[in-house]
């Protein structure tokens, strides 16, 4: 069973090139284009890692933070957006407030080494937690 991403965001161009680079390093990737799409996908369904844009059309990316937080989410978590370092960095204190497991943000335009090295060390970790819990 393979790992899965949910890539939040509303832009097309930059959810498919997410999406590519996550099945690139071995996850399994569902694209979520709205707050409302990606609670859908978030109530039906486990992830191993997100990534979440800040700016969802009429919506905020923290309102999302806040859904991860009451359905308990562990998966890491990590911000992708084009809005100024602060806002990232409050966005991160704020995940990490409702206990979330919030990575380091990565600004847009995408440094996609980076989001590709981010990723599969995250795909290591949630391998290694797997053979951890598989029954012997």
Sequence with gaps: MSNRLLVIDDDNIHRMILCRIGEKVGFETVGAVSFDDATKLLRESQFDC????????????VEVLHLLSVI???????????????ICEETVKIGKSLNLNLCPPVPKPVDLAVLRESLERIG????LQKLACAPV
Excluded: H, M, W, Y
């Design 124 to 127: 290591k970790q949630v391998n």
């Design 50 to 61: 997100i990534t979440l844009d800040l700016s969802l059309g009429e919506r905020a990316g």
């Design 72 to 86: 308990k989410c562990q998966a890491p978590i990590i911000i992708i957006s084009g809005a100024e370092d602060t």
